[in-house]
């Protein structure tokens, strides 16, 4: 089965400033890597996908990489506002693309300094 | 539109007590998925429908956890005998399906076991 790992778990960085989390992935044959934004007491919400065929995503101020030969990607924020503080989840969608669930990371806390 | 929606938001329940879990999925979505989320971690897999049809369980911890989509639609996680262990926030969410398999989540039930 599939395993995510993402780091780092806290992430704190001036406002303005870039970020970037990454996570890695096990299963080669995994197709789809989502990015998910979960505030607290809320549930996950979507803000960026990649499909394996591509090698980066951009909207806007959010950027997602994907290295399939190392088998690990990235998400990018750049010029951070304080509304970007929340939780953020990468997640594996498998050889199926999500159509079976996903394999989320751990997560990591984004701390926006004013 | 409505989003997916999942009540109770909160449930306390004393151990051994059984628990009922409800979430509505977005109307017309084909897929429908329960994950566990533990405090301060990544949600977890627990099962999926596909309709009515379960076509995945093997993340249910126990076979005290059992979930139901009978008519395709509304679907209910019910826990048996709860556990001190089953303390965490269920999630679900829905996809669309026929290719696309963006998952939208409800903001979860709270399960609190004392």
């Known amino acids: 089965g599939e395993n995510v790992e993402q780091h780092p778990s806290t992430l704190s960085v001036q406002e303005g400033d870039s970020a970037v989390i990454k996570c890695t992935y096990s299963d080669s044959a995994s197709n789809y890597f989502p990015w998910y934004k979960q505030e607290l007491g809320k549930g996950p919400q979507l803000i960026i996908d990649i499909r394996s065929n591509v090698g980066e995503k951009k909207d806007q101020r959010i950027a997602v990489t994907l290295n399939k030969t190392a088998k690990h990607f990235s998400l990018h924020i750049t010029e951070t506002q304080p509304e970007d503080s929340a939780v953020y989840f990468c997640?594996?969608?498998?050889?199926?693309?999500?159509?079976?669930?996903?394999?989320f990371g751990k997560g990591t806390h984004l701390i926006i300094q004013p | 539109g409505a989003g997916v929606s999942q009540s109770p938001r909160y449930k306390v329940a004393k151990r051994g007590q059984d628990v009922a879990l409800r979430c509505d999925p977005i109307?017309?979505?084909?897929?429908l998925f329960w994950y566990q989320q533990a405090l301060g971690q990544g949600p977890e897999f627990l099962t999926y429908f596909q309709n009515e049809a379960q076509l995945d369980k093997s993340g249910l911890p126990s076979d005290r956890f059992f979930a139901e989509r009978p008519e395709g639609s509304v679907s209910t996680l019910k826990i048996q005998r709860t556990q001190q262990e089953d303390s965490a926030v269920y999630l679900c969410a829905s996809t669309q399906g026929r290719q696309n398999n963006e998952q939208f989540f409800g903001p979860g039930t709270r399960l609190t076991v004392l």
């Open positions: 997640a594996d969608g498998g050889e199926g693309g999500g159509a079976d669930g996903l394999t």
């Open positions: 109307s017309g979505h084909v897929s």
